[in-house]
Nanobody
Framework: QVQLVESGGGSVQAGGSLRLSCVAS????????MAWFLQAPGKEREGVAT????????YYADSVNGRFTISQDNAKNALYLQMNSLKPEDTAIYYC?????????????????WGQGTQVTVSS
């Protein structure tokens, strides 16, 4: 059974940094892609960043481009999100997701496998 467990969330002041981690288990091959999503209070879930394992390619939402960095450690089956220059509007529950086979079907609506989320709160 595939499981994703996020950690590293917390409370920080605007301008600060946090590093989220996601450890995956329960699969033999893959993942093809992994991603971070967020859901702010009262809003729809949205994509933050995606990492394509084989090619090492990345994708970032415009709102975080230049501030957040997604990375992966295959040896540890881990995905990371380094978040710098945090803003109050980054406050949300952050979810890790993974898709084992191509194509990458991860969207804000679902697809693949998901963790339970970790809370990030940024105060002004």
């Amino acid at each position: 059974q595939v499981q994703l467990v996020e950690s590293g969330g917390g409370s920080v002041q605007a301008g600060g940094s946090l590093r989220l981690s996601c450890v995956a288990s329960g699969y033999t091959y893959g993942p093809y892609c992994m991603a971070w999503f967020l859901q702010a209070p009262g809003k729809e879930r949205e994509g933050v960043a995606t990492f394509y394992t084989a090619a090492g390619g990345t994708y970032y939402a415009d709102s975080v481009n230049g501030r957040f960095t997604i990375s992966q450690d295959n040896a540890k089956n881990a995905l990371y999100l380094q978040m710098n220059s945090l803003k109050p509007e980054d406050t949300a529950i952050y979810y890790c997701a993974a898709d084992l086979r191509p194509p990458c079907s991860l969207t804000a609506a679902g697809g693949g496998y998901w963790g339970q989320g970790t809370q990030v709160t940024v105060s002004s």
